[in-house]
C-alpha cells in the first residue's frame, strides 16, 4: 500500500483525539524508553515526545512516504526506522509500546500482542487504540460494492482490517498483566466538507482497495460509493457530516 500523507492528515484533529485520550488514561506512568508502533506522519509521536521529554523515542513504520513526512514535521531527537511492523522485534526493552490506528491492520491479534507484552521491560506498558467500526455503513457499503462481480476480481484477497471484541482482548491479556485496561468509545465527529466520509476513507480504510485500481477505474469505483454514503451519511444543515466512529482501547502493563 502507499499512503498519502496529506491525505490521512486532512482530519488531523479527529484522528488525534483518540491518541490523546489513550495518554490521558496513561496518567503519570514514567517511561524512559518509547516506542510508536506504526507511527505514521509521525504527529502522535510527537505527542509522546512531548508526554515524556526525556524519554529515546522511536518511530516505527513501513512506508516511505509516511516517514519522510514524520522527519521532515517532527521535532528531533525522535529516531524513525521503516520496518514492516508485523514482524518488528524490539533491540531493547522499551517501558512503553504505543500504537494509534495501526494494529488493526495486521492478522493474528492471539499471537501478536501476547509477542508486544513479552518484549517490554518489566512492568512496561503497552497501550493500544484501534478502529472498531467495521460494521459502520461506511465499511459494509465497502465491502458490498467490492463484492460486486463488477469489481470483486480487481479487490481479491483486499483486507480491510480488523479487530477482536474487548472481551477476547480481556480474556487474552489478562494472564499477562498485572494491570490491564480494556474499553470502547464512540466519537461522534463532525467532519467538515465535500463527501466528508469519503475523504476520511481514502485516508485510511479505502487505500488498499484503490491501489488495485488504475485513475479511470478508481474514478468509477469512488462515484458508485459516494452515492451510497451520501445516504447512510446526509450532510446537515449546518454544512457538517455526521460520523460516528467506534475504537477500542487497551493498556496492559507487564
Partial sequence: ??????????????????????????????????????????????LLAEHWPAAR???????????EKASATASP??????????????TDAPDLIFSNAA??????????????????APGGVLAVQMPANFNAPSHRILLELAGDPGWQ???EGVRMGAVLPAAEYHDLLTPLSQRLEV??????????????????????????????????????????????????YPRR?????LFPFKRIFLIAQR
Avoid at 13 to 31: F, H, I, N, T
Avoid at 57 to 67: K, Y
Avoid at 77 to 90: C, F, G, H, K, L
Avoid at 192 to 215: C, I, N, Q
Fill in 183 to 232: 474499553w470502547e468509545t464512540t466519537y461522534w465527529q463532525a467532519l467538515s466538507g465535500d463527501d466528508a466520509v469519503v475523504e476520511w476513507m481514502k485516508g485510511t480504510t479505502l487505500v488498499p482497495y484503490l491501489a488495485r485500481l488504475d485513475m479511470k477505474t478508481a474514478k468509477h469505483f469512488l462515484a458508485a460509493y459516494r452515492a451510497r454514503l451520501a445516504v447512510a
Fill in 57 to 67: 523515542i522511536v518511530g516505527i513504520d513501513s512506508d516511505q512516504a509516511m516517514l
Fill in 1 to 46: 500500500m502507499n499512503w498519502d500523507p496529506e491525505q490521512y492528515l486532512k482530519f488531523v484533529e479527529a484522528r488525534r483525539r483518540p491518541a490523546l485520550d489513550l495518554l490521558v488514561r496513561m496518567g503519570g506512568k514514567s517511561a524512559a524508553s518509547i516506542v510508536d508502533l506504526g507511527c505514521g506522519t509521525g504527529n502522535i509521536t510527537q
Fill in 77 to 90: 531527537p525522535i529516531e524513525w526506522r521503516q520496518a514492516d511492523i508485523a514482524t518488528w522485534q524490539a
Fill in 237 to 241: 444543515p449546518d454544512g457538517h457530516t
Fill in 153 to 155: 476480481e480487481a479487490f
Fill in 103 to 120: 494494529l488493526h491492520w495486521l492478522d493474528d491479534h492471539r499471537r501478536l500482542l501476547p509477542s508486544l507484552i513479552g518484549q517490554l
